[in-house]
């Protein structure tokens, strides 16, 4: 199997080329009746309390499938963008490959917003019989000027309800249940984008539900954007190693993501069940003059504080004065709107 990542492309200095970085995954299911297969399944069976019918329900099916696969190394891919071709770097050991592709501004100008990229998998001596190559995905490329207004979005519990502060309920709203946006903030993000405003999705799910979280943006009426997710491993789980890692690898990406838009303004958004706040209070102070606000949504959390609102006023203290945005109901955000107008580029 073969996965492209949303992306974006950025003009590169002197304005007649852009610069893409397309990335995957490259996997191969797990046979049905492997041993690591069972022995999934049987941890998902025991941590979700699952019966027989849970198991056999499309959704779990179509969730579990996203985890049960081999991760495939040294996998030569080619990406196609506008007609031109080049090769990928081979897939790394946790599968993952990623191209720079430079491009005329002749080559995208019919693209409008968006720009449609081909990736194609190479057989290899070591594949079974029944793979013959030819393996390829669809992927798409958002063009992001470099002048204007970006979105930085969380996911789970900004936009999609998740219940991450609670480890059983977050476990079974990925595997068991359909996913379900948080009423409101669909219509709040297009009114955005209806302004010209960009959006990248900046979250610490696994790459694995990248389809299925790019299939319920699109459902949900959300405005499509850059996708960048977590890569998942085991210490990543762990009460240890968890919100440290989320921490600070979700700060690089953002800080990557504002190095690449030098000229751009950027409104963070997310949600107070985990570190949303702190995160982006730090990206704040490191790169104060490229983002305009900050937009809370107030859920509840695990994160303890002596006192109600303690949390919040520690963040805000650390920020100038009208920076930060606590909301309960998406609604709210209409008060974000003139912060926006005088900041934006």
Not at 198 to 224: D, K, N
Not at 232 to 242: C, E, I, M
Not at 295 to 300: K, L, N, S, W
């Amino acid at each position: 199997m073969i996965v492209l990542f949303p992306t974006y492309a950025r003009r590169l200095p002197g304005g007649r080329r852009w610069r893409a970085t397309v990335a995957g995954m490259v996997s191969r299911p797990l046979p049905e009746r492997s041993r690591r297969r069972v022995l999934a399944v049987a941890v998902l069976k025991r941590l979700l309390d699952l019966d027989a019918g849970d198991l056999n329900t499309d959704v779990f099916r179509r969730r579990a499938e996203a985890f049960l696969f081999q991760r495939l190394a040294g996998r030569r891919v080619e990406i196609e963008v506008a007609g031109q071709t080049v090769a990928a770097s081979r897939s790394d050991r946790t599968g993952h490959f990623q191209a720079h592709i430079d491009l005329d501004d002749e080559l995208v100008a019919a693209a409008a917003d968006t720009l449609a990229c081909v990736a194609r998998l190479r057989p290899a001596v070591d594949d079974p019989p029944e793979v013959t190559g030819g393996h390829q995905a669809q992927g798409v490329i958002h063009m992001v000027e470099p002048a204007g207004l970006s979105v930085i979005s969380d996911i789970d519990d900004t936009v999609k309800i998740t219940n991450v502060a609670d480890r059983r309920e977050l476990l079974r709203n990925t595997l068991l249940r359909e996913f379900a946006a948080v009423p409101g903030m669909a219509h709040v993000y297009r009114h955005w984008q209806d302004t010209g405003t960009a959006f990248h999705y900046v979250s610490a799910s696994p790459w694995q539900l990248s389809p299925c979280l790019a299939q319920f943006i699109t459902a949900a009426g959300l405005p499509a954007g850059s996708m960048h997710l977590k890569l998942f491993r085991l210490q990543d789980s762990t009460p240890l190693g968890r919100l440290p890692s989320r921490k600070r690898s979700k700060r690089r990406v953002i800080e990557q993501i504002m190095a690449d838009f030098p000229g751009r303004r950027f409104l963070l958004v997310g949600d107070s069940g985990e570190r949303d706040p702190e995160v982006y209070a730090d990206v704040a102070r490191r790169r104060p003059d490229q983002v305009s606000g900050i937009a809370i949504r107030r859920v509840a959390s695990k994160i303890r504080q002596r006192k109600r609102g303690e949390r919040f006023e520690q963040v805000a203290r650390r920020l100038p004065a009208g920076l930060l945005h606590v909301f309960n109901e998406p609604a709210e955000l209409a008060a974000v709107a003139p912060v926006l107008a005088r900041n934006a580029p």
